[in-house]
């Protein structure tokens, strides 16, 4: 488990007092620690670190991690004439949820990516969190809140993870994982604080340089024609076969962006991409901290824009316009 301190130390309190919530809602970005904090959870309070097998072994423990909509037959048992689950995912929720503890503890059980929830999946477990098991505690993790229903939520008690440290990113991925330096270093950087995310930049090269690519198509726009700025935003939002694609170009412009603020404030021991040093310092040069400021907070906006699921041609061309076409001064070819 890296970074979350705070919720972390508060789930121990919680856990020592005997006063875990029935259920837990877990949000903040993809790929943060949402699903794996529950599950570092669930280890404590089934004891199950010595089980054979490990946690995801242990017969107190309920996760669903599929991809794909999480349907109602995945939680409640089917009524007469609907199909019956899929057996190799084991037991539905209320089914696993009747039943005694088989290590005579508690049970856990963990939606990842809980914005999966069809309506009548999401109506049964609204049903089964107004009277849960004694015992045992559910924990919903999902990084879009709003596709849940607010009487859902308002059943759970909120945990908000934010964004680790790029420092403790980069040691992680060295220490932990392997990774060397200069690689861990720029995956830390353009993860935007999710370690999930540091990890697949870090072990898939061809993740890495499409992300590097990205960048240079992105500053090859300024002096460029509004052609080339379209033409840009058109190959991410339409040829790109990976959904995350826009997101994903916005992540690395977006840390581009950050590093030219804190160059043009002065803080240039705050900057996280060192290899793009020369063009940060000549965009904080011809922008002023304004400019930057300006441009790294439209970049954030259309992020979100995206996250929550506007047409990503738009988005893109609304930010690269705004970017090099706005008001002056533009940045430098």
């Not at 689950?85 to 963990?110: I, R, T």
């Not at 954030?300 to 988005?315: F, K, M, N, W």
Request: with cysteine.
């Amino acid at each position: 488990m890296l970074g979350h301190e705070a919720a972390r130390a508060d789930l121990r309190r919680q856990l020592a007092a005997a006063r875990l919530s029935p259920a837990y809602w877990v949000t903040g970005p993809s790929q943060v620690g949402k699903t794996t904090l529950a599950l570092a959870l669930a280890e404590e309070y089934l004891g199950a670190a010595g089980w054979p097998g490990g946690l995801r072994s242990h017969p107190d423990l309920w996760l669903d991690d599929e991809e794909g909509t999480l349907r109602v037959e995945r939680i409640r048992r089917p009524g007469q004439g609907e199909p019956e689950g899929d057996p190799e995912q084991g037991p539905n929720l209320q089914h696993f949820l009747s039943l005694s503890s088989f290590a005579g503890g508690g049970k856990v059980a963990v939606l990842a990516r809980a914005e999966r929830l069809s309506e009548a999946a999401a109506n049964t477990m609204l049903r089964l969190l107004e009277e849960p098991p004694a015992g045992a505690t559910i924990w919903l993790c999902t990084s879009r809140p709003e596709a849940i229903p607010e009487t859902l939520r308002s059943r759970c008690q909120p945990l908000r993870l934010g964004p680790v440290g790029a420092g403790a990113v980069q040691s992680w991925l060295t220490s932990v994982r392997g990774v060397d330096g200069e690689r861990a270093r720029v995956a830390a950087a353009l993860s935007q604080g999710r370690p999930g995310r540091a990890l697949d930049l870090a072990t898939d090269p061809q993740l890495l340089e499409r992300t590097r690519g990205w960048l240079s198509s992105f500053l090859a726009c300024a002096g460029a024609p509004p052609g080339t700025w379209l033409e840009l935003s058109r190959d991410l939002a339409e040829r790109g076969s990976d959904p995350e694609l826009a997101r994903s170009a916005l992540r690395a412009w977006a840390s581009f962006l950050r590093d030219c603020c804190c160059l043009a404030a002065g803080a240039d021991q705050l900057a996280r991409w060192p290899e793009q040093g020369a063009a940060a310092g000549a965009w904080a040069g011809a922008l002023g901290l304004a400019g930057c400021a300006r441009r790294y907070d439209l970049a954030l906006d259309s992020l979100a824009r995206i996250v929550g699921h506007a047409t990503p041609r738009l988005v893109l061309d609304r930010f690269l316009l705004l970017t090099f076409g706005g008001p002056p001064p533009n940045p430098p070819a």
